[in-house]
């Protein structure tokens, strides 16, 4: 999900208390606030800090701006990976149920706001058909993702899962779907604490209205509806390098069909490297080498799932999944996600590979 922590109330990074120096500078234009790289700014250093806060708030500077120019600061670093944090906690506390807004966020003339049952086949369809035309695709706009529909019900409802999650944006006039956000339960470790929030995902606005600046008021919206439910901290990814990552993950990827990936310009050949030896080079074995190895079933989840906790205690950061959870996303599905284990005696291995 392509989105900036400034814009998402729902956060679960650490709270920060010593920033390294910078070189962006706070540029103020016709009311717009943005940030600006400069080679000749001078920078102030961290133990100022305090200060600096002293010297704004003597001069007539009310603490809520003070906290937006700190906030914009913050995203503002170009050094945003390299730094120290000792508090383990919520930047935002939770709220209680009183002070959150009960109605929707109001929207432009023209729009409204629905739920999207993706039980209905004709409303699925509708999400399905706005992300294949509209969702992430490369630079030069020749590629996307196809997600299918059992997938993005997959993904969408998960245990847990509540229908209001499943945000959509409409034009009053046509009824069409021309926005979505989805948020699904989850539960994530911080090395000693454990955290219930939600993971959120397929962030989308038709091309033509992204310059009406729709994906902030549903990120807002969505979040309102969290927090409703009692959540006040959210998981999401972006391909860009957003303040502040918490996490990075790393794809693998093994060409299956050289040949056609080629063909379509989806893959190139590197340097020194023909079709046949790359065909060559990434062709399956005929047999499985690995002894023991097998399809997962629905009666290795419990020692599956076991394997799968045991590995991830050892991050300070990693996803809580109970048997439920476990059984939603890894239990083999046609075309969508495949299992597997390696069985000697007992359970040893177990792998997942997710097939979108």
């Not at 001069?59 to 944090?85: C, F």
């Not at 470790?189 to 993971?199: F, G, L, N, P």
Request: a neutral charge.
């Amino acid at each position: 999900m392509n989105s900036s922590s400034d814009n998402c109330p729902l956060d679960c990074k650490s709270k920060r208390v010593k920033k390294k120096k910078h070189t962006s500078a706070v540029h103020v234009d016709h009311g717009d606030v943005s940030a600006r790289d400069t080679e000749n700014q001078a920078t102030v250093s961290s133990s100022d800090a305090s200060a600096v806060e002293k010297s704004l708030l003597s001069n007539g500077v009310n603490e809520k701006l003070l906290k937006q120019l700190t906030n914009l600061m913050l995203t503002s670093s170009s050094d945003i990976t390299d730094e120290e944090i000792s508090d383990n906690c919520a930047i935002e506390p939770d709220k209680p149920h009183e002070e959150i807004r009960s109605e929707p966020y109001s929207l432009p003339p023209g729009f409204s706001w629905c739920e999207l049952s993706l039980n209905d086949d004709a409303q699925l369809q509708e999400l399905y058909d706005l992300l294949y035309e509209n969702y992430v695709e490369d630079e030069d706009h020749l590629f996307r993702f196809d997600y299918s529909k059992p997938f993005l019900k997959w993904a969408l409802q998960a245990p847990g899962w509540h229908p209001d999650w499943h945000v959509g944006l409409r034009v009053d006039k046509s009824n069409k779907l021309i926005g979505f956000i989805g948020a699904i339960p989850c539960e994530l470790r911080v090395y000693e604490k454990t955290k219930k929030m939600v993971e959120i995902n397929f962030l989308c606005v038709h091309k033509k209205l992204r310059s009406k600046r729709m994906a902030p008021v549903l990120i807002r919206e969505v979040t309102r509806r969290v927090h409703l439910r009692g959540l006040f901290q959210a998981l999401y990814t972006s391909g860009a390098l957003l303040p502040r990552p918490v996490v990075t993950c790393r794809y693998w990827h093994r060409p299956l069909n050289p040949r056609k990936l080629i063909d379509c310009g989806f893959s190139h050949l590197s340097h020194n490297m023909t079709l046949q030896r790359s065909i060559k080079l990434y062709r399956l074995p005929e047999a499985t080498m690995v002894k023991g190895f097998r399809q997962m079933t629905k009666a290795d989840v419990p020692q599956a799932w076991a394997l799968l906790t045991k590995y991830l205690e050892q991050y300070s950061l990693h996803p809580i999944f109970s048997k439920e959870d476990f059984q939603h996303f890894f239990v083999p599905r046609d075309d969508i996600v495949n299992s597997f284990v390696v069985e000697v005696v007992t359970l040893n291995e177990f792998f997942a590979v997710v097939l979108e």
